[in-house]
């Protein structure tokens, strides 16, 4: 699919962060090209910010060809405000080394549940992506609970169990069922103990999302409110009319925003309402210039403050960390339409 580009701007109510970016390769004490694709919580009474390191490659021997991956490694910071960060000087886990299979780990979500941590990520293994969790008490030792088969990623955990048990978004890839190409869509899972998961149910697809004409999947962890569960997802849409290098890299023709949408306190796979129009488009600089693959946006981090303020935390150009924040009221009033 895909074709030339609607234009596509960001909610009234969204109001980006003047230091924007929040977090950036040049401030971390380690090789890093790019950082970014975070999750962020409140937790013992500090935001905590478990980011992608992706190193081994500069932006010149990417462009020239001379090197075409990165590898991935997770890094961690932490703040007082939300907003200033400080990168520990540690790498925080890295998945790998003798086993052959995995390749790297990436795009973290975390999530406090019943007091504990819990991390979703992405892996890339020589037989396909997969989905995990893993458990923390110290942001050291991580115990793995649960892999799923390829291909899945972009999983998030709800803060607490639902009727006695635990819920996840996530996004498979069902390439042959799907047409052989993009066309991917939202899911939601159900489990006694985060180890067994099932139950699974269709939440949102890509078609019922105006803004995408690509694919769609979860993007931060939900948040909870009177009305019902608040969750960003990030929408996909192409322009394949020449439109060029658009980037590091030399073919990227996509470009990702943000949605929100409701979902029902008691049954999570049931979409209350939604918004038609993107929650965040990529507008400002280092969301569409100068970044590895410009017009990204990827949430990864949402909370919701006492005095009603949410914090979007996302990914920019998959290259730098970005905020911005919206009165909760106002949107759970943008999820005004049915799906
Ligand atoms: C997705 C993932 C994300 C990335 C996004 C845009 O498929 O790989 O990590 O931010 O593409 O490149």
Known sequence: MGGTRQTLSSAACIVRQAKNPILS???????????????????????????????????????????????????????????????????LWQLGGEDQEILRVYDPRLTVVDGRVYMCFAM????????????????????????TVPDNRNMVLFPEKIGGRYFRLERPFPVYGRGGRDRFDIWASASPDMRYWGDSELVLAVEDVPFADDKIGPAAPPVKTAKGWLTTFHAVDRDDTGRGKNGW???????????????????????IGMSKQPLIAPEASCETSGGFRNDVIFPGGMILEPDGEVKIYYGAADTVECLATAPVDDLLALCSQPR
């Open 249 to 271: 890299e030399p073919k990227w023709t996509k470009r990702y925003t943000a949605g929100i949408m409701l979902l029902d306190l008691e049954n999570p796979a049931r979409v």
């Open 124 to 147: 890339d293994t020589r037989h396909g992506i997969r989905g995990g969790i893993a458990t923390t008490d110290d942001f050291y030792r991580f115990d793995i609970l649960h892999l």
């Open 25 to 91: 390769a040049d401030r971390a004490p380690y090789e890093c090209s790019l950082l970014f694709n975070a999750g962020v919580i409140k937790y013992q009474g500090k935001y905590i910010m478990v980011f992608r390191n992706d190193y081994g490659a500069t932006e010149q021997e990417f462009a020239s060809g001379q090197k075409t991956v990165f590898q991935s490694k997770l890094g961690i910071a932490t703040s007082d405000n939300g907003v200033d960060f400080t990168i520990e000087n540690r790498v």
